[in-house]
């Protein structure tokens, strides 16, 4: 089945400042890679996303990167916010077989940006 | 935000004990999902769900089992609970398989001591 290998397990940023998180995938045939954004208490909730026919997608702040030959994918926020503390999940999407597919996360990035 | 409810939202009970959590959606979701999010393993699949009484197993199922009776009920029930299974379960739903978006719930925290 998919792997999906996260890094780093805890990252201090300064406010203003940028963070990137980095995931690799073992399963070649994966084609879809969320982020999840999880705050204390809460649910994950998606907040990008990026299909294996594109190599980067931006959505203010925040921007996605796709490798397929290499099979990593990072999250890069910019300007980072107190808001952005949170912990954030990467993910990739495999076929399980009967026509199903699964999201296989990583184990999570615990972001604090210190005021 | 995605109208699913999870109950209880907190339960302490004992080894050997059954339990079950509930997860109810409003969004008439085909696709639903039980998770558990552990600090060390993160999020796990344990079970999900295609359709009505259409189930299959994820990474972790051993010890659980589901039943999905009405699209928008999804139990999940642990026969005879374990301190392993003490964890954080979280009920997710899809509409769409292959568009992939998975909207989480608030999330059931189980302890079993």
């Known amino acids: 089945g998919e792997n999906v290998e996260q890094h780093p397990s805890t990252l201090s940023v300064q406010e203003g400042d940028s963070a990137v998180i980095k995931c690799t995938y073992s399963?070649?045939?994966?084609?879809?890679f969320p982020w999840y954004k999880q705050e204390l208490g809460k649910g994950p909730q998606l907040i990008i996303d990026?299909?294996?026919?594109?190599g980067e997608k931006k959505d203010q702040r925040i921007a996605v990167t796709l490798n397929k030959t290499a099979k990593h994918f990072s999250l890069h926020i910019t300007e980072t916010q107190p808001e952005d503390s949170a912990v954030y999940f990467c993910?990739?999407?495999?076929?399980?077989?009967?026509?199903?597919?699964?999201?296989?996360f990583g184990k999570g990035t615990k972001l604090s940006v210190i005021p | 935000d995605a109208g699913i409810t999870q109950s209880p939202r907190h339960k302490v009970t004992e080894t050997g004990t059954p339990v079950t959590l509930r997860c109810h959606q409003t969004?008439?979701?085909?696709?639903m999902y039980w998770y558990r999010q552990d600090p060390e393993h993160g999020l796990r699949l344990i079970h999900y769900?295609?359709?009505?009484?259409?189930?299959d197993k994820g990474e972790v199922s051993d010890g659980y089992s589901v039943s999905r009776s009405k699209t928008e009920d999804f139990l999940l029930t642990l026969e005879s609970a374990t301190s392993s299974q003490t964890s954080v379960y979280f009920c997710?739903?899809?509409?769409?398989?292959?568009?992939?978006?998975?909207?989480f719930g608030e999330g059931s925290r189980l302890t079993v001591l």
């Open positions: 997710a739903i899809s509409e769409d398989v292959y568009t992939g978006e998975l909207f």
């Open positions: 399963d070649s045939a994966s084609n879809y």
């Open positions: 990026i299909r294996s026919n594109v």
């Open positions: 993910a990739a999407r495999s076929y399980s077989g009967a026509g199903s597919y699964q999201l296989t």
């Open positions: 969004e008439n979701h085909r696709y």
């Open positions: 769900s295609y359709g009505v009484k259409d189930t």
